[in-house]
């Protein structure tokens, strides 16, 4: 791998493919993809349980740019997702510039040479290093260990981080969890050659990724206990198949694929009225969702146990149409009680009631408040990245940062949605990046970082907006942080970022031309 790009990118899930994309088709060639998994697709790699599937239509979730006549499904199963991205990397020419287990250590910015440096190293040796320590993804290295795998470093002129904000998986701490003596695994590293036949299962969490798995394990387990600390409201999930006859006309009259996504799109938008104007609104999906609850659930305590007490939208609103009816099997059992610790095989809840369990699944999530792992972004000054966002974290139009300059992050604070397509979001930062790129190409400008006055008045109007939303009904969910400050959402329609990112504004930009940056010896130092 060459020592020096211009451009790293970190990731190949929708936003380090598209990133690329949009750069080769600029001109630009001198860049580098990293990527710490042995094959593509970001989170549509990472994710494979069963059940695993998009909950937005499979039309919108697509670049724009490449939308895909044959989608088999209204939402696209994980397979076909990978398959996507794997063509579009393939058909734009990304393979050559892909460097696949990979893993990202560090990354410094060097203040004499307005540059930054990449720590990497080959991702099996860590996951086998980590393993041994009993470390988990996300836990602080210690850089003093002789047995950890060798370091190699890689000097850039920009660092766009394509990671996305559910990158890390989320552990639950409970006495003795580690100790206990059956199989465990989190649902973003599904062990597919384990037998549930015949065995016990307790699945820790009920969020998205969860509905999607349990219908798929209780088919098979002789026993399924779901450990429940909030219910999520749900609706139906209005898949269907899309049929041959559909598909070849959306191959062949590409407009009708077009005129559907675009159908798509506004109806989602239609959903910030609710969600941010007039939460009153989504009092109608309340009633839906409680109907569709009487109609799925006889059992009137099962009733009881899955109806949330809280706003509905509060909390993410999941779709499924099989999870109700799993939950109601006589081989599941919903608990409430919370888990007190883990003895062995054996899991105690709360109320002292002990259960037998042969496999413990954690559906438990991601760290979203923590998209970056401590000790891994250094700015100006040596400053960690999560240091800097001890409050919460937070940006500038969601991809940059004031004192970390020429670091872009696609799907950073604040951008995330609750009603629509995540890769519309994408490609408005995407397009964003590279102007900012073409203009530190033709104004000569060796590094740009935002002003620290512009990120705060963005962050609080931001806030503001936020403060009236159902997100802030009280609910806790992974949205809000523990000072209950969202970091994660934005607060509006998609086409009014659209508008905020479509060109560089380099005037809230403190932009340093190459001149000002002294001339220094022209070796690579490894970061501290």
């Known amino acids: 791998m060459n020592k020096r ?36 697709g970001g989170t549509w790699h990472e994710n494979h349980y069963p059940g695993c599937a998009c909950d937005v239509q499979s039309a919108l979730y697509s670049f724009s740019f490449e939308q895909n006549p044959n989608w088999t499904r209204m939402y696209a199963p994980q397979p076909e997702i990978k398959a996507y991205l794997k063509h579009c990397a393939e058909k734009y020419g990304l393979t050559s510039h892909i460097r696949l287990n990979t893993h990202v250590a560090g990354a410094h910015f060097d203040e004499q040479r307005q540059n930054w440096t990449v720590e990497t190293c080959d991702s099996p040796s860590l996951w086998q290093y980590m393993q041994k320590k009993g470390l988990k993804p996300g836990d602080a290295l210690n850089r003093k260990d002789k047995a950890l795998p060798a370091f190699e470093t890689l ?40 037998d549930f036949k015949g065995k016990r299962v307790a699945v820790i969490g009920t969020g998205a990724s969860a509905i999607q798995f349990v219908p798929e394990v209780a088919k098979e387990a002789a026993q399924l206990d779901l450990y429940q600390r909030t219910p999520p409201w749900i609706m139906p999930k209005p898949d ?6 559909e598909r070849l006309a959306f191959r062949k009259v590409p407009q009708t694929l077009n005129a559907l996504r675009n159908s798509i799109y506004w109806y989602l938008e239609a959903r910030v009225l609710g969600f941010v104007g007039n939460p009153r609104i989504l009092k109608i999906g309340e009633l839906q969702a409680r109907r569709y609850i009487r109609s ?48 062995g095989n054996v899991v105690v809840d709360n109320n002292g009631v002990e259960r037998e369990v042969d496999c413990i699944i954690y559906g438990t999530g991601f760290k979203a408040q923590d998209p970056v792992p401590g000790g891994m972004i250094f700015g100006r000054d040596g400053q960690d990245l999560l240091a800097a966002w001890q409050g919460g974290a937070e940006a500038y139009k969601g991809t940059t940062i004031a004192g970390f300059p020429n670091l872009f992050m696609l799907m950073g604070p604040n951008t995330g949605l609750g009603h629509s397509s995540m890769v519309y979001m994408i490609e408005s930062q995407i397009q964003y990046v590279l102007d900012a790129l073409k203009q530190m190409e033709h104004k000569g400008w060796q590094s740009v970082e935002v002003k620290a006055e512009a990120q705060g008045r963005y962050n609080a109007s931001l806030q503001s907006k936020l403060g009236d939303s159902v997100w802030q009904t009280g609910c806790q969910s992974w949205y809000v942080n523990e000072n209950g400050k969202n970091t994660t959402l934005w607060p509006g329609f998609t086409w009014q970022f659209r508008q905020q990112t479509r060109r560089f504004d380099a005037g809230q930009y403190q932009c340093r031309p190459v001149a000002a940056v002294a001339e220094v010896p022209d070796a690579v130092t490894a970061p501290a």
């Not at 269907?240 to 006859?245: M, S």
């Not at 009733?303 to 109601?328: E, M, Q, W």
């Open 5 to 40: 790009v211009q451009i790293a990118i970190v990731g190949t899930g929708f936003s380090g493919l598209g990133m690329g994309i949009k750069l080769k088709q600029a001109g630009y060639d001198n860049f580098v993809i990293l990527e710490q998994s042995d094959d593509i």
């Open 155 to 194: 000097e850039a002129q920009v660092v766009v981080s394509g990671m996305g904000g559910l990158s890390t998986p989320s552990y639950p701490e409970i006495k003795g969890i580690d100790s206990f003596t059956g199989k465990s695994f989190h649902s973003q590293d599904w062990d597919h050659d384990y």
């Open 240 to 245: 269907r198949e899309i049929t041959a006859l």
């Open 296 to 343: 799925q659930i006889k059992d009137p305590e099962l009733r009881r146990k899955v109806t949330p007490d809280f706003h509905f939208g509060c909390k993410r609103v999941l779709i499924s149409n099989n999870y109700y009816p799993a939950l109601a099997q006589d081989n599941v059992d919903v608990l409430t009680g919370g888990i007190r610790e883990v003895r």
